[in-house]
């Protein structure tokens, strides 16, 4: 479980400090401010490896000007594990502690662009001295978003791992439990009890191509391809499928080596809605815990974290019934202007509550909207508010302003009502029962 990241000349912010929950962490922020970044240094913390690209550290401008650094704490196998590492500009490596690594657990990261990353203590984990011949095994499994379909290979004699469309078919050809689970994490995956995602017929998609594609069986009767599938159905689809395989494999090579499972799940996911409709935003956290409880079974798996970034309001919605702050957090990712008038990010645990609606949600100070409208919607709203704060308005400006109300506002909104009593009460606008008002006088 990671506990804490300390980042320091490195990333959007001078300086950074997470204290993360045990269970959910929530990550929010706008574009550009570290939300995915922070995702990087959490696998690079827990694995020793990057997902994508190294961080690198921002210009040392004076050499009093302190050394780049990337802190963590996690709870290892047997004890918690703290680093300070600092980068070595002439090796351009991030320096870590000498000895053996820390085991974190099972650690899985869903990327944004449909990558994933896996770090199996059973498989990534080595214990050999380096003076052993054994081949070194790979640091972790990192898959593009490709790969992830069509399998990730060691040489052109091994694979790492087969692939989403020949591992579906092999296992639902053998009909066991792998593909039983992988039904199971499908249909818990699934929006609405009538939109459920149900394999279909293995099919051939073409002359050209050899391998039976799995199907889906769609709520109109046919059964699609995965591969044409949606973008949301095909993001849902890897991530059951990488879910599967990754606690799969890591059980079998726990039992070659005579290990029991990992007792640590740390899963990192960024913008968990990506391509998702509403009805699967507001879904998706419930069903991804249900569906890796459900796979470790709970009798090994002490404890599951999810540190994820979102930029959905609906998602944050949908958590309210599952969000508790004793083993729960938010963070929001912000900037702020210093003394100076310098413009710094920073990063606050928000204290929780409860909105209610996805609408709240957006004009909190989580998306700091002024309202849950089109841009051009609140502008005129705003400008409609100053004017009803006036005692006087010519007849001509409030048409106007009436005229562009109209053209963003439908007839039942409250806000209608409101502006049409007060126009008519201040006298700015003709009564409806025909009496004469005081701007039709003026006029």
């Known amino acids: 479980m990671l506990k804490e990241l300390q980042l320091r000349g490195v990333g959007p912010a001078r300086e950074m400090e997470v204290a993360f929950s045990k269970r959910l962490n929530i990550i929010t922020g706008d574009n550009g401010l570290g939300k995915s970044f922070l995702l990087d240094i959490a696998w690079w913390a827990l694995t ?30 047997t004890r918690p594990v703290s680093d300070d590492c600092i980068f070595d500009r002439y090796a351009q490596t ?35 001295n380096k003076n052993s011949e054994e081949p070194e095994r790979p640091r972790s499994y990192v898959f593009k978003p490709q790969e992830v379909w069509d399998g990730l290979p060691i040489d052109s004699a091994k694979k790492q791992c087969n692939g989403l469309i020949a591992d579906w078919a092999s296992w639902q050809r053998e009909g066991g439990e792998s593909f039983a689970q992988l039904s199971r994490a499908l249909q818990a995956l699934s929006p609405t009890p009538d939109e459920v995602l149900i394999p279909g017929k293995l099919a051939r998609i073409g002359l050209d191509d050899v391998r039976d594609y799995p199907t889906l069986t769609m709520p109109y009767g046919h059964d699609v391809p995965v591969i044409h599938a949606s973008a949301g159905m095909r993001r849902i689809i890897a991530l059951a499928y990488l879910l599967v395989w990754s606690w799969k494999e890591h059980v079998i090579a726990s039992q070659r080596l005579g290990d029991p499972p990992a007792h640590e799940i740390v899963f990192l996911i960024d913008e968990i809605e990506s391509h998702l409709h509403p009805k699967w935003q507001r879904c998706i956290f419930d069903a991804v ?28 919605a949908s958590l309210e019934p599952l969000f508790n702050p004793k083993i729960d957090a ?80 439908g007839e039942t909104d409250p806000l209608w009502a409101r502006w049409r009593f007060v126009a008519e009460e201040k006298g700015w606008l003709p009564k409806e029962n025909g009496e004469r008002s005081a701007a039709d006088a003026e006029d």
């Open 48 to 77: 020793r490896s990057w997902a994508g690209r190294p961080a690198q550290p921002a210009l040392r401008l004076k050499k009093s000007d302190p050394l780049p650094k990337i802190g963590f704490t996690f709870d290892a196998k």
């Open 94 to 128: 991030w320096k870590r502690s000498m000895g053996r690594p820390s085991n974190p657990g099972l650690v899985l990261y869903a990327q944004v662009d449909g990558g994933f990353s896996v770090w199996d203590p059973a498989r990534n984990y080595w214990k050999q």
């Open 289 to 316: 815990l249900s569906v890796m409880n459900a796979l470790v079974g709970g009798k090994t798996v002490k404890n599951i974290q999810v540190i994820a970034a979102t930029h959905s309001p609906l998602v944050l």
């Open 330 to 409: 938010l963070f929001d990712i912000d900037m702020e202007l210093s003394e100076k008038g310098k413009r710094n990010v920073i990063i606050r645990r928000k204290q929780w509550e409860r909105l209610g609606t996805a609408d709240r949600w957006l004009v909190s100070d989580i998306f700091n909207l002024k309202q849950a409208r089109s841009l051009k919607a609140e502008q005129i709203i705003e400008e409609i508010s100053a004017a009803m704060k006036t005692e006087r308005l010519t007849r001509s400006k409030a048409l106007q302003l009436d005229k562009e109300l109209a053209s963003v506002l």
